[in-house]
């Protein structure tokens, strides 16, 4: 499209004298009335479209209401006797995803084992997954299981994105043992490790944290005997293991799960890697949807 020119011509004296001799207080309420104007009608087209997306409901279509756990055998959740409300964060976010979960209790830094060298609460959380190890190694009725701990958003399309990862897993190595569905790192996307481009699957680089992620039975007897004895924080040691090619282990470079804390929250037995990193944020939050309908509830 060509640009046209145009040729303006100079206000005459008289146009000038009626603008420059406007009172400076009218010029402001002027300006006050139009932004004041322009405030409000925003406010009613938000309004509006968000009442518009009260008449389509924001519950996931695809669930039928029957709790699921993701295709594996058992979700399990690690949570403190001592932390109820991480509990009742979560089951909001469960229950609008339609999930089933057991509830591990935690063990505390009381019961932990004895070491002077390490925090107490690195050797909890170690002690605490160590006995889903161990649950999902033992229990005949299960070959897998998604271990999650309780300060955790999920993937609004964790369903799908679940299925379709662990059906490429499976295609890559029937014989898997571990995928991390949430990690804390940023350099899971090796190409040289791809599995599936289109789903951000690979072949575990340094998948740091323990916030997310699934074990199978042959991986979990595997991690029962490679994390024996402790000697780092948890995914530290799990670090190790995929490096030394102990275990199998995939990781989504974009993760499904995440960790999640509240306003004036800390973390408990997330105290794995010593590391303060968050990692990726979700592409589409649970948790974000969440406070949403709260926020359209009160409107």
């Known amino acids: 499209m060509a640009f046209q020119n145009f040729d303006y011509a100079p206000l005459d004296r008289s146009t000038q004298k009626r603008i420059l001799g406007v009172p400076f207080w009218r010029v402001a309420l002027y300006l006050l009335v139009s932004v004041s104007a322009t405030a409000f009608v ?9 009442s518009r997306r009260k008449l389509h409901p924001l519950n996931l279509p695809a ?6 756990t993701l295709g594996f055998s058992q979700i399990f959740v690690i949570n403190l006797d001592s932390r109820p409300d991480r509990i009742s964060q979560l089951n909001e976010v469960t229950d609008y995803l339609h ?13 932990a084992p004895d070491d002077n060298h390490t925090p107490s609460s690195h050797r909890a959380c170690w002690l605490s997954h160590m006995n889903v190890y ?10 897998d299981a998604l271990i999650a701990e309780d300060d955790i958003d999920f993937s609004l399309d964790l369903h799908m994105q679940t299925a379709q990862v662990m059906r ?3 295609n890559d190595n029937p014989a898997w043992d571990m995928v991390y569905l949430g990690h804390c790192s940023g350099v899971e996307a090796q190409q040289s490790k791809v599995v599936d481009a289109k789903l951000s699957l690979y072949r575990s680089t340094n ?9 199978s039975k042959k991986g979990a007897r595997k991690l029962l005997q ?14 190790h293991a995929v490096a030394d090619h102990r275990v199998e282990s995939y990781s989504v ?3 499904l799960i995440v960790q999640y804390h509240f306003s004036g929250d800390r973390s408990d037995i997330n105290m794995d890697g010593g590391m303060n990193d968050n990692g990726d944020p979700l592409v589409m939050s649970t948790r974000e949807r969440i406070d949403l309908l709260k926020l359209l509830q009160q409107s």
């Open 168 to 170: 490429a897993v499976r």
């Open 253 to 255: 470079a974009q993760p």
């Open 226 to 239: 490679v994390m024996e004895k402790f000697t780092d924080p948890l995914d530290i040691m799990l670090i």
């Open 134 to 143: 161990h649950r999902i190694a033992n229990d005949p009725l299960i070959e």
């Open 42 to 50: 925003s406010v009613l087209t938000t309004r509006h479209l968000m």
């Open 99 to 111: 999930l089933s979960y057991e509830r591990v209790r935690a063990n505390t830094s009381e019961e």
């Open 207 to 215: 998948p740091i944290c323990t916030h997310g992620y699934a074990v």
């Open 63 to 68: 669930n039928t209401g029957v709790a699921t």
